[in-house]
């Protein structure tokens, strides 16, 4: 079995190989196959220029304001200052 090592290694090399967007795909699923709070965070801090962060990022938000509370968002802002879909922030109707 290949290891997540493998696959950043080959991502490393091959930019331009036919199976990059499989390869970011299976470090993306590797990384998050819990689907836990915690490993989007670390995909995101850690593999800014894998193809799937935009969909951590809308996970990591999903998951931190699921009560819905104004709590919620407001901690997402300060924990999450970085986040960069604003769109999704106002569809919400919170304004962080």
Same mark, same amino acid.
């Given at each position: 079995?290949? $290891? +997540? #090592? *493998? %696959? +950043?290694? !080959? #991502?490393? =090399?091959?930019?331009?190989?036919?199976?990059?967007?499989?390869?970011?795909?299976?470090? %993306?699923?590797?990384?998050?196959r819990h689907g836990w709070l915690s490993e989007? $965070? =670390?995909?995101?801090?850690? %593999?800014?220029?894998?193809?799937?962060?935009?969909?951590?990022?809308?996970? +990591?938000? $999903? +998951?931190?304001?699921?009560? *819905?509370?104004?709590?919620?968002?407001?901690?997402?802002?300060?924990?999450?200052?970085?986040?960069?879909?604003? *769109? $999704?922030?106002?569809? !919400? *109707? !919170?304004?962080?």
């Amino acid at each position: 079995a290949i $290891t +997540l #090592e *493998g %696959y +950043l290694e !080959f #991502e490393s =090399k091959y930019k331009d190989h036919p199976a990059f967007n499989a390869i970011q795909d299976s470090i %993306y699923a590797m990384t998050v196959r819990h689907g836990w709070l915690s490993e989007f $965070t =670390k995909f995101v801090r850690t %593999y800014k220029n894998n193809r799937n962060t935009a969909d951590a990022w809308r996970q +990591l938000y $999903t +998951l931190s304001t699921a009560d *819905g509370t104004p709590e919620s968002f407001q901690k997402f802002k300060k924990d999450f200052p970085d986040f960069p879909d604003k *769109g $999704t922030r106002q569809r !919400f *109707g !919170f304004v962080l």
